[in-house]
């Protein structure tokens, strides 16, 4: 079992910066994939980010070259670099983290993300 909590809630001026971290607890963190979503209100849970064990990337396209996604493995958090913030990325931040093994998914409780002048 393991659980996920997200840090690093806030709200932002257009252009600005935030730093996400998703901290988990229990073992064996190094063989999770490891990934962002958000919903923003009245739209679907979408992907923005995934790292894999092996520390492979991808991005949604709507983040690409604005968002990075990071581990550390020694602390079991995972990060969400967002710089060049937008109003249309207002959403509420979740992380999840993936089991290839057991296919087991587990979700953290979400952090809200707000952009505006």
């Known amino acids: 079992q393991v659980q996920l909590v997200e840090s690093g809630a806030g709200l932002v001026q257009p252009g600005g910066s935030l730093r996400l971290s998703c901290t988990a607890s229990?073992?064996?963190?190094?063989?999770?994939?490891l990934s962002w979503h958000r919903q923003a209100p009245g739209k679907q849970r979408e992907l923005v980010a995934v790292?894999?064990?092996?520390?492979?990337?991808y991005y949604a396209d709507s983040v690409k070259g604005r968002f990075t996604i990071s581990r550390d493995n020694a602390k079991n958090t995972v990060y969400l670099q967002m710089n060049s913030l937008k109003p249309e990325d207002t959403a509420v931040y979740y992380c999840?983290?993936?089991?290839?093994?057991?296919?087991?998914?587990?979700w953290g409780q979400g952090t809200q993300v707000t952009v505006s002048s």
């Open positions: 999840k983290a993936s089991s290839p093994q057991s296919r087991a998914e587990y």
């Open positions: 790292i894999s064990s092996g520390g492979y990337t």
């Open positions: 229990g073992s064996a963190f190094s063989i999770y994939n």
